[in-house]
Nanobody
Framework: QVQLVESGGGQVQPGDSLRLSCAAS????????MGWFRQAPGKEREFVAG????????TYADSVKGQFTVSGDNSKKTMYLQMDRLKPTETATYYC?????????????????WGQGTQVTVSS
């Protein structure tokens, strides 16, 4: 089973950028579809962005389109989430996840493997 470790979180000011990394224990292209999710206190976990295992255009939640960019480097076994123009409402724990299927990337129930999460706090 694949193991995932997130890093890159921290505390930033509104309007700042952060890049999160998700290091996988094995290469994921053609095997695992990968996703980023976030969960704020008292709220449900929500989909942020995802990459299908077969490649193609990434998928984004409407709320982050044009603001976040997801990418993957299979040779480094790492997925990234570039987050720009961060807002206080985006304060949350960010998780990466992996699934064997390539459909419904926005459904957290379809992901079998999860990282431990990395905290992102946006505050002035």
């Amino acid at each position: 089973q694949v193991q995932l470790v997130e890093s890159g979180g921290g505390q930033v000011q509104p309007g700042d950028s952060l890049r999160l990394s998700c290091a996988a224990s094995e290469r994921f292209a053609n095997t695992y579809s990968m996703g980023w999710f976030r969960q704020a206190p008292g709220k449900e976990r929500e989909f942020v962005a995802g990459i299908n295992r077969s490649g193609g255009r990434p998928t984004y939640a409407d709320s982050v389109k044009g603001q976040f960019t997801v990418s993957g480097d299979n040779s480094k076994k790492t997925m990234y989430l570039q987050m720009d123009r961060l807002k206080p409402t985006e304060t949350a724990t960010y998780y990466c996840a992996a699934r064997l299927g390539g459909l419904n990337l926005n459904d957290p129930n379809g992901y079998r493997y999860w990282g431990q999460g990395t905290q992102v706090t946006v505050s002035s």
